[in-house]
């Protein structure tokens, strides 16, 4: 039987992501709350380093609503250093067994490019989602790994190392070749077993303000894939470079964008501030009543 591609019915985007023998679905956009236990985050670097300020502050994301809590140990802003291996899983296994205890059905994501990481995070707190924002460039061991760990797997676009990826970006078209980049890790996965695959673009991640911008006018292409969308802008240099201020100041960009993300077809938004991602997510699916 030939099939229109512009049948719909026959080409439903994937909308369910496995977790701990569950099916969570992003039929209404997840919002993914960030909790960064580093002393040199770019926006919150330091605030949630002490564990029980971390456990605090992850219990009033889940009240405000939070689907998913991102748990990172090792800042990648740009011109990071890398900690050890062992010093992010010193930072991460407290905190996720704290988490774990009081919250045992809460969704969990670590952010980490580290394959022995994800493996021991694993092994100890059970099912996370491992967001990595090298798509497996910087341990080519990652999607091994996550093929036989059977958990899901952001899989983001990154061009250089967080030491040099802000050292002049160049991309001759910035759109094609992200998606060129995610396209190839998406069959590697895939050949791997792998069926839980978020994508994620990389806002901010070795791209210039324009390329930013660019990318993010085109993100309804990200479609292509059929898979859940991730966009993180929260708070970032985007924002706050073009509107003439600072993290501190770049809520409301970032609210602006993310209503943007969610009409190009976003699955998850991944912030600093749930209140706002919720009433976004919130109005964006009074407004989809509508429009069917």
Same mark, same amino acid.
């Given at each position: 039987?030939?099939?229109?591609?512009?049948?719909?019915?026959?080409?439903?985007?994937?909308?369910?992501?496995?977790?701990?023998?569950?099916?969570?679905?992003?039929?209404?956009?997840?919002?993914?709350?960030?909790?960064?236990?580093?002393?040199?985050?770019?926006?919150?670097?330091?605030?949630?380093?002490?564990?029980?300020?971390?456990?605090?502050?992850?219990?009033?994301?889940?009240?405000?609503?939070?689907? +998913? #809590? *991102?748990? /990172?140990?090792?800042?990648?802003?740009?011109?990071?250093?890398?900690?050890?291996?062992?010093?992010? =899983? &010193?930072?991460?296994?407290?905190?996720?067994?704290?988490?774990?205890?009081?919250?045992?059905?809460?969704?969990?994501?670590?952010?980490?490019?580290?394959?022995?990481?994800?493996?021991?995070?694993?092994?100890?707190?059970?099912?996370?989602?491992?967001?990595?924002?090298?798509?497996?460039?910087?341990?080519?061991?990652?999607?091994?790994?996550?093929?036989?760990?059977?958990?899901?797997?952001?899989?983001?676009?990154?061009?250089?190392?967080?030491?040099?990826?802000?050292?002049?970006?160049?991309?001759?078209?910035?759109?094609?070749?992200?998606?060129?980049?995610?396209?190839?890790?998406?069959?590697?996965?895939?050949?791997?077993?792998?069926?839980?695959? +978020? #994508? *994620?673009? /990389?806002?901010?991640?070795?791209?210039?303000?324009?390329?930013?911008?660019?990318?993010?006018?085109? =993100? &309804?292409?990200?479609?292509?894939?059929?898979?859940?969308?991730?966009?993180?802008?929260?708070?970032?240099?985007?924002?706050?470079?073009?509107?003439?201020?600072?993290?501190?100041?770049?809520?409301?960009?970032?609210?602006?964008?993310?209503?943007?993300?969610?009409?190009?077809?976003?699955?998850?938004?991944?912030?600093?501030?749930?209140?706002?991602?919720?009433?976004?997510?919130?109005?964006?699916?009074?407004?989809?009543?509508?429009?069917?």
């Amino acid at each position: 039987m030939i099939v229109n591609p512009k049948d719909k019915k026959y080409f439903k985007p994937k909308n369910t992501i496995r977790y701990k023998g569950q099916l969570l679905t992003t039929d209404r956009a997840l919002v993914m709350g960030i909790l960064n236990i580093t002393p040199d985050s770019f926006f919150d670097g330091g605030h949630f380093f002490d564990i029980d300020n971390a456990v605090e502050h992850a219990v009033l994301m889940i009240e405000q609503g939070a689907d +998913i #809590i *991102d748990v /990172g140990a090792c800042s990648t802003r740009p011109g990071a250093d890398l900690l050890s291996a062992k010093i992010e =899983l &010193d930072r991460l296994l407290p905190v996720l067994r704290a988490l774990r205890e009081k919250f045992p059905d809460i969704v969990l994501s670590i952010d980490t490019f580290r394959a022995d990481v994800a493996e021991t995070v694993v092994n100890e707190i059970g099912d996370v989602i491992i967001n990595d924002i090298s798509g497996g460039r910087l341990d080519e061991k990652m999607f091994a790994t996550v093929a036989k760990l059977k958990v899901p797997y952001v899989l983001m676009h990154m061009q250089g190392t967080p030491q040099n990826m802000q050292t002049n970006p160049s991309y001759s078209n910035v759109t094609k070749e992200v998606i060129k980049t995610l396209s190839e890790g998406v069959y590697r996965l895939h050949e791997l077993g792998v069926s839980d695959v +978020i #994508i *994620d673009p /990389g806002f901010g991640f070795g791209k210039t303000l324009e390329h930013n911008y660019e990318l993010f006018n085109h =993100l &309804d292409t990200f479609r292509f894939f059929e898979l859940p969308l991730l966009v993180g802008v929260s708070r970032k240099s985007m924002i706050y470079k073009l509107l003439g201020h600072d993290s501190q100041n770049s809520l409301n960009g970032t609210t602006v964008l993310n209503t943007l993300a969610l009409q190009a077809g976003a699955s998850i938004l991944r912030v600093h501030d749930v209140v706002a991602a919720v009433e976004a997510v919130s109005i964006f699916e009074k407004l989809k009543e509508f429009a069917q």
